[in-house]
């Protein structure tokens, strides 16, 4: 159990363009999703948390204009990058927590910028 | 600032050693910690977690420690094998906002030689 799923798993997009990646729990109920960004050879770091139905709660110094966040569903989020340049190319990986204490992890999107 | 951090970026054992790979936490008030394997281009993979009020728990094949004196968690693999190769993550559950995040260390490398 406990399985989440991204979509796209790769993508590359031309600069100035929008991507959206998608983030599905699908045997539980995600009350809460988070979406991460890894750079090569670096830790994960929290962009922000979502609560099904709120507004996501960004970290300190992610544009929240940027990187657009929607939880509509128990068992969907959505990150839409927009306006997307070189430098945000990376790998993004989403978790969901069903209520309890631990969170899982997609399996990452590698969004490359050209 | 607050922070899980990491002793030994890289750690290289042989097969069928005894792998123990170390983090240091900041956060005194922290109840929950989780350790994480990541392999290439993949999102990170639970592997155990263990809650402030223990100082010990043990999955299959790997013990994680606790100390809370010193702020320290270790996470042993016995009889390392070549699929343990990876990079590990300690991970830390931070409140807030009505729920929690979860922020990660560095990370350490796993080499496991034949």
């Known amino acids: 159990g406990a399985v989440v799923s991204q979509h796209p798993s790769r993508v590359i997009c031309k600069s100035g363009t929008s991507v959206k990646i998608e983030c599905r729990s699908l045997?539980?109920?995600?009350?809460?999703m988070f979406w991460y960004r890894q750079f090569p050879k670096q830790s994960l770091m929290l962009m922000a948390t979502?609560?099904?139905?709120?507004?996501?709660?960004?970290e300190q110094g992610v544009e929240k204009d940027k990187f657009l966040i929607n939880h509509a569903s128990l068992t969907l989020s959505t990150l839409t990058v927009t306006s997307a340049h070189p430098e945000d190319s990376s790998f993004y990986i989403c978790?969901?927590?069903?209520?309890?204490?631990?969170?899982?992890f997609g399996q990452g999107t590698r969004l490359t910028v050209v | 600032g607050e922070s899980v951090g990491l002793h030994l970026p890289t750690l290289s054992v042989q097969e069928g050693d005894n792998s123990i790979i170390n983090c240091a936490y900041s956060?005194?008030?922290?109840?929950?910690f989780i350790w994480y394997k990541q392999e290439s281009g993949k999102g990170p993979q639970f592997i155990i977690d263990?809650?402030?009020?223990?100082d010990k728990r043990q999955g299959q094949r790997v013990t994680v420690l606790l100390n809370k004196t010193v702020k320290h968690l270790s996470l042993q693999i016995a009889a390392t094998q070549p699929g343990d190769s990876a990079v590990y993550f300690c991970?830390?559950?931070?409140?807030?906002?009505?729920?929690?995040?979860?922020?990660f260390g560095a990370g350490t490398r796993l080499f496991v030689k034949a």
């Open positions: 978790s969901a927590s069903g209520g309890g204490s631990a969170a899982f």
């Open positions: 045997d539980f109920q995600a009350t809460t």
């Open positions: 979502s609560n099904e139905g709120s507004k996501a709660t960004y």
């Open positions: 956060n005194s008030a922290s109840d929950y």
């Open positions: 263990i809650r402030s009020n223990m």
């Open positions: 991970a830390e559950n931070k409140g807030g906002g009505g729920g929690f995040k979860t922020i």
